[in-house]
Nanobody, 123 residues
Framework: QVQLVESGGGLVQAGGSLRLSCVASPRTFKTYAMGWFRQAPGKEREFVAV????????YYADSVRGRFTISRDNAKNAVYLQMNTLKPEDTAVYYC????????????????WGQGTQVTVSS
């Protein structure tokens, strides 16, 4: 069982930055690909970014590529999402996820999910 706890969300003005963190329970953390997804009110959960277990592979949604950066520190059982040049359309609840079926953009590839952290970007 992997438990995930996100933090770092908040209210920020457009153009600002936030850094989300996700800390996982220690068990086998470094064997999991880690993803970030988000869900805005009235919309389906969507893929944001993923990083492979080694950190050697990353993928991003087109909407965030060049503005967001995913990284991980296996020694700290943590994954991060640095979000720059935030836009109002980035407003959503952001979820951390863990899976052992490779770095994928599909939610079905992930077995564990955090409770989410709210990000609100004002215009």
């Amino acid at each position: 069982q992997v438990q995930l706890v996100e933090s770092g969300g908040g209210l920020v003005q457009a153009g600002g930055s936030l850094r989300l963190s996700c800390v996982a329970s220690p068990r086998t953390f470094k064997t999991y690909a880690m993803g970030w997804f988000r869900q805005a009110p009235g919309k389906e959960r969507e893929f944001v970014a993923v990083i492979s277990w080694s950190g050697g592979t990353t993928y991003y949604a087109d909407s965030v590529r060049g503005r967001f950066t995913i990284s991980r520190d296996n020694a700290k059982n943590a994954v991060y999402l640095q979000m720059n040049t935030l836009k109002p359309e980035d407003t959503a609840v952001y979820y951390c996820s863990a899976g052992q079926r490779g770095a994928s953009s599909g939610p079905a590839f992930y077995d564990y999910w955090g409770q989410g952290t709210q990000v609100t970007v004002s215009s």
